[in-house]
């Protein structure tokens, strides 16, 4: 049985439970029945220091993501950059997080976007289909 832990220090209003069922489901959909994953959302500042940390990229980014093996090690997600680039792609900021976690467990199970032919591209693509993303954000009383 996968086990999915998702920690948002974020301000932005996420349901974290559909958001480790969707992890689940990418998951699944893997074959991957007995994994442990934590899913951390972080601010931009937080996401860009990991990021030079980890990669030497001095740059905020959208998904980090870490192997178990690298044990005391915080992934993260950005979700304030999730939603800047929901808007700046002109769809919904649920389905911009959605991308956002499949592509990152996607990392943690071995693809590479940067060395395949684009064949990450095209299994999140898959999965995506597989998945309900719209219940992620939660709605606010503004």
């Known amino acids: 049985m996968n086990l999915v832990e998702v920690y948002n ?11 480790a069922l969707l992890v689940t489901r990418v ?17 931009e500042r937080r996401i860009r220091t990991l990021n030079r940390e980890h990669r030497g990229r001095d740059e905020v980014t959208d998904v980090l993501s870490f192997p178990l093996e690298d044990a005391g090690e915080e992934p993260g997600d950005g979700a304030r950059q999730a939603l800047r ?19 990152g467990t996607l990392h943690l199970l071995g693809y590479d976007h940067e060395a395949d032919a684009g064949e990450m591209a095209l299994r ?19």
Do not use: M
């Open 27 to 43: 998951l699944e959909a893997e074959d991957v029945y007995d994994a442990e994953l934590s899913v951390v959302f972080v601010g």
């Open 124 to 142: 999140q693509a898959e999965v995506l289909g597989l998945v309900t993303w719209e219940g992620l954000l939660v709605a606010t009383q503004g």
């Open 85 to 103: 680039q929901a808007r700046a792609e002109a769809r919904p900021p649920a389905f911009e997080l959605a991308v956002l976690l499949a592509h």
């Open 9 to 19: 220090s974020t301000r932005v209003a996420l349901d974290c439970e559909a958001v």
